[in-house]
């Protein structure tokens, strides 16, 4: 099931960074980070418990990393979702801010 939240909460996590900075990348990076960072943290915990016997000690640096504790849509939708949005979405408003600049600097 696509989980549509992560995307709402990111990009209306990237407007209001957006909105009082005017950088729309430095919202899409904020909220990027957090679903990235929630993700792992995730992966983390999947790892611990089938393969490192419950014991954070026993996970290696590239526990949340392994490809065999990422075995559904989901979890990839969930940080790939808020990332391809936030993304898209700041490209669009630079886009936008130049093509304002470009058209004020012609007239």
Not at 9 to 15: G, M, T
């Amino acid at each position: 099931m696509i989980y549509i939240e992560h995307i709402v909460v990111a990009l209306l996590l990237q407007a209001a960074v957006g909105l009082a900075t005017r950088n729309w990348w430095a919202g899409a990076a904020l909220a990027s980070a957090y679903f990235i960072g929630r993700e792992v943290a995730q992966a983390e915990y999947r790892w611990i418990e089938l393969y490192g016997a419950g014991l954070r000690a026993n996970m290696p640096w590239w526990g949340p990393l392994d490809l065999r504790v990422w075995t559904k849509l989901d979890q990839w939708i969930d940080w790939l979702g808020p990332v391809g949005a936030t993304c898209t979405t700041a490209w669009i408003a630079s886009r936008r801010r130049d093509q304002a600049r470009a058209d004020k600097a012609r007239a």
